[in-house]
C-alpha cells in the first residue's frame, strides 16, 4: 500500500498551494466503485466526460474528479477490457436490446394512458384556453412541458429505429406503416427514464403560476 507524506522546505514546487484538493492527484485516487460507476455511466449514447463528473459527483460526494480523470479512465476501459483488477466487482453490462415495458407499441399504450389519466386529474388547473376533451397534438405538448419531458432532435429519431430497437416500422398491423413521432417520443422516454423529469416542487410552482410559461393562447 502507498504512504503519501508531505515534505515541507523544499523549493521543488513551482506554485502557490493549491486552495482546493481536487487539485492533488493523490486526493483523487479512484476507488472500485468510483471506477464501475464512471463505466456505466460512459457507456449512456452521448454522455460527455463533464457530465459523467456530475453524476458521480451526485452519487458519492465524497469523490474528487476533474474531467481528465473521467477520460482517462474512459480510454483505459477501451484499450484493455481486462484493466479491472481481480479484486474489483465486474461492471453490470448495460441492458439496451430490448426496452423496459416490451413492444413499441406496448410502451406507446402505457404512454397514453399515462397522459390520458394526467390530463384528467390537471384539466380543472389548465387555463381555459388549454382545456380541451381531446387528447390531440395539442394536448400532448402541454403534457409534456408541464412534465418536463425531454425534446428529441430528428437524429434521435433516427437512431431509435435505425438500430433494430424498434424497427423501420409496425409490423403488428397490416399492412406495416412507419411510427408516428408519438410513438417514437413514447419509446425514448422509456429508453431514457433514468434521466428523470422535473420535481414535485416544479410542478407544483407551474400549476401554481397558472402555467403561464405555456403562453396565453394557441399558435
Request: aromatic letters at 10%; charged letters at 35%.
Amino acid at each position: 500500500m502507498w504512504e503519501y507524506a508531505v515534505v515541507s522546505g523544499h523549493e521543488k514546487h513551482n506554485h502557490e498551494p493549491s486552495l482546493h484538493a481536487v487539485a492533488h492527484p493523490v486526493h483523487r485516487r479512484r476507488t472500485a466503485e468510483h471506477k464501475n460507476a464512471i463505466r456505466e455511466l460512459s457507456a449512456l449514447p452521448g454522455i460527455k466526460a463533464c457530465e459523467v463528473a456530475e453524476r458521480l459527483k451526485r452519487q458519492y460526494p465524497e469523490a474528487l474528479v476533474t474531467g481528465r480523470d473521467i477520460e482517462n479512465e474512459r480510454q483505459t476501459a477501451r484499450r484493455d477490457p481486462l484493466a479491472q483488477s481481480h479484486h474489483e466487482p465486474p461492471v453490470k453490462a448495460r441492458a439496451k436490446d430490448k426496452p423496459k415495458y416490451g413492444t413499441p407499441e406496448e410502451i406507446y399504450a402505457q404512454y397514453k394512458f399515462a397522459r390520458t389519466k394526467w390530463y384528467e386529474e390537471t384539466k380543472n388547473k389548465l387555463p381555459v384556453h388549454l382545456r380541451t376533451n381531446e387528447v390531440h397534438l395539442r394536448t400532448n405538448e402541454v403534457h409534456r412541458k408541464i412534465e418536463r419531458f425531454p425534446t428529441y432532435s430528428e437524429s434521435k429519431y433516427a437512431w431509435c429505429v435505425g438500430r433494430n430497437y424498434m424497427g423501420k416500422e409496425c409490423n403488428s398491423v397490416s399492412p406495416n406503416r412507419p411510427w408516428t413521432e408519438e410513438e417514437k417520443m413514447a419509446w425514448l422516454d422509456d429508453y431514457y427514464r433514468e434521466e428523470g423529469v422535473a420535481t414535485k416542487d416544479d410542478k407544483k410552482e407551474h400549476a401554481d403560476n397558472n402555467f403561464s410559461f405555456l403562453g396565453r393562447g394557441p399558435p
